[in-house]
């Protein structure tokens, strides 16, 4: 099976812009999560889509937001872009199904964004 | 929500030495995974063990979930073990909860 995959791997955008990170989760997994990650907060949780709906959220302003298609295909958004969102952005799949080994998640490559 | 400490945080090794990297949990839990973060920023999937024991070649991974915590036995390290080992366990819904990661240097 192939992996989690995120598009674009490396974007760069200035301040006030907004930004869609895609990800593709493994075939048939149906929870998609997105994580930020940087070099002062570490990795954090941003949101949770199960079956296109957003099943849990992290703490994070109104500008992040995201989505996913009855596809799982998940997006997610960034808008009024700070200096303080560059990190590196992950996305993480899996069944979706809590408990058990069906939790656990895989990792996408990332996306890493640059505000200027 | 659920504080994850790991220990040490940065550690340097010699080819061929041993390590063991630890990581403590505020809560009980029933997702704990130990992931290796590559120099491209990848987390690569080492174990899912909410409790137990695994193994998979040089590496292993113990949990003792009523002690809240679990270990991750590197063996016969080599340079391409170096990067970043976070563990994370399951807090709210499907969230995960990373703590801060050890930083694994081996020099040849």
């Known amino acids: 099976k192939a992996g989690v995959t995120q598009t674009p791997r490396y974007l760069i955008k200035t301040r006030g812009q907004q930004v869609t990170l895609s990800c593709s989760p493994i075939?048939?997994?149906?929870?998609v999560s997105w994580y930020q990650q940087t070099p002062g907060q570490g990795l954090q949780f941003l949101f949770e889509y199960f079956s296109e709906t957003q099943r849990n959220k992290g703490n994070f302003p109104g500008r992040f937001s995201g989505r996913q298609f009855s596809n799982s295909r998940s997006e997610m958004n960034v808008s009024t872009l700070e200096l303080g969102d560059s990190a590196l952005y992950l996305c993480?799949?899996?069944?979706?199904?809590?408990?058990?080994?069906?939790?656990?998640?895989?990792f996408g490559p990332g996306t890493r964004l640059t505000v200027l | 929500g659920i504080q994850v400490e790991q220990s040490p945080p940065d550690l340097i090794l010699q080819e061929g030495a041993n390590s063991t990297l630890r990581c403590n949990f505020s809560d009980s839990v029933n997702n704990l995974q130990w992931f290796h973060q590559n120099p491209w920023g990848q987390l690569i999937n080492l174990f899912y063990i909410p409790s137990g024991t695994k193994q998979n070649g040089r590496l292993s991974a113990t949990t003792v979930a009523t002690e809240r915590y679990s270990l991750l036995y590197i063996s016969s390290s080599q340079t391409t073990d170096s990067g970043v080992y976070f563990c994370a366990v399951r807090d709210i819904g499907s969230r995960l909860t990373f703590g801060e990661g050890t930083q694994l240097t081996v020099n040849p």
């Open positions: 075939s048939g997994h149906r929870s």
């Open positions: 993480a799949s899996s069944l979706g199904w809590r408990g058990g080994s069906t939790d656990t998640q895989y």
